[in-house]
């Protein structure tokens, strides 16, 4: 592993999954504080959560990567979810023991497959992870578009459904490859409430109030399938949550769970 420090005080470096896929990340905070890890979502990279990575490393040592297949990260095949849970331990293991997990959307999803199967984490914090409490016919249509190649439309259809603008999307082309990578970590688009009873950990389960009704329901839907969660609603919010809003949260959260497990 290999870490350089650049001008903005950001350190970059890569780590091995155990594959040997090179998952590349980026570090934020003088070191000092509590590892936390942030795990992004569909067409997203380490690049992505740089705002939120910021406003959090006053408090926090965090470290932000590239999902494999994105930004500087490799792709080795075929794709499987559980190479991504293992790219995501190998991430933990170079952040901190018991680093806590933040995850967007399906980065959210993720961060709960990884520690339902076993990988040792603190809290966790989701933001809207896209499940569908009713209907899985959203995901089924988006996964056929990808089966026929048709990446475009199932662009499209993700980000009306996200209700981002197609033009507001100015992200790389070879990134719309992986929206295949973040429906296989959905599975069937449901809730997995048998997979998640097993997670252990304390999870907040945050969406945004001006987010659509599907999502929300979701949110509360997730929240009654995880055994130590709890649910809460960001007023005015939407999916492209403010950072300066979310941040404060999440600081709140894993400080509390802090406090509470030094207490314990």
Known sequence: MDEVK????????????????????????????PPLVLVSGALCTAASERPLAGLLAGRFSVVAYDRRGRGASGDTGPYAVEREIEDLAAVVGEAGSGAALHGVGTGGALALA????????????????????????????????LDRGRRGAALDLFLAESDVPAEAWQGPEELVSTLAY??????????????LAGVHARVLVVDGGASPEWTRRAARALTAALPRARHRTL???T?????????????????????TSGAS
């Open 239 to 259: 999916h492209e949550v403010a950072p300066h809003v979310l941040a404060p949260v999440l600081e709140e959260f894993l400080s509390e769970e802090r406090e």
């Open 235 to 237: 007023t005015g919010q």
């Open 182 to 195: 973040d429906h296989a970590v959905l599975g069937d688009g449901a809730v997995p409430e048998r997979r």
């Open 114 to 145: 990884a520690v339902a199967a076993g990988l040792s984490a603190g809290p966790v914090s989701v933001y809207e992870p896209p499940y569908s409490a009713e209907d899985a016919a959203r995901h089924g249509r988006a996964s056929a578009l």
């Open 6 to 33: 650049t001008t903005l005080g950001t350190v970059r470096g890569r780590v091995t999954s155990r594959d040997g896929t090179t998952i590349a990340y980026e570090r934020y905070g003088d070191g000092a504080g």
